[in-house]
């Protein structure tokens, strides 16, 4: 991503990322014969987990070439964030009073290297 990123073909690299990621993990489903269910319910959800991974890829290969990296690199950094929330938001998962301080700092220390 970081090469094709330089040359303005983030687009590019996203789309070969999946172009090679996706034949492999078939093959290792096949090679240790895994059968492939998905209830038709949540083939949608699966469509859009794939196109918003592609977009984040891309949106992070373009942010590291036209962006402050100092800035894109702690931004990205703080996904597992988002992991939190969409957890608590989505699957109303509980999230401590030690979670919210950490979350509070995290989002504290990237203001702060913003605003330097």
Sequence with gaps: MAKASEGNHALAATFMLRLTTVPLVLLV????RQPFRV??????????????????????????????LSLVSVLSSL??????LLA?????????KHQRVGIVFALAG???????
């Excluded at 949106?59 to 402050?68: C, D, E, K, N, S």
Aim: no cysteine.
């Design 29 to 32: 489903m096949l090679a240790l």
């Design 110 to 116: 990237v203001a702060l290297i913003s605003a330097a």
């Design 88 to 96: 608590q938001a989505l699957l109303r998962e509980h999230v401590s």
């Design 79 to 84: 996904y597992p964030l988002t992991t939190v």
């Design 39 to 68: 209830p038709r319910g949540n083939i949608h959800w699966l469509v859009l987990i794939g196109v918003l991974d592609s977009a984040a890829n891309t949106l992070f290969a373009l942010a590291t070439t036209r962006g402050l």
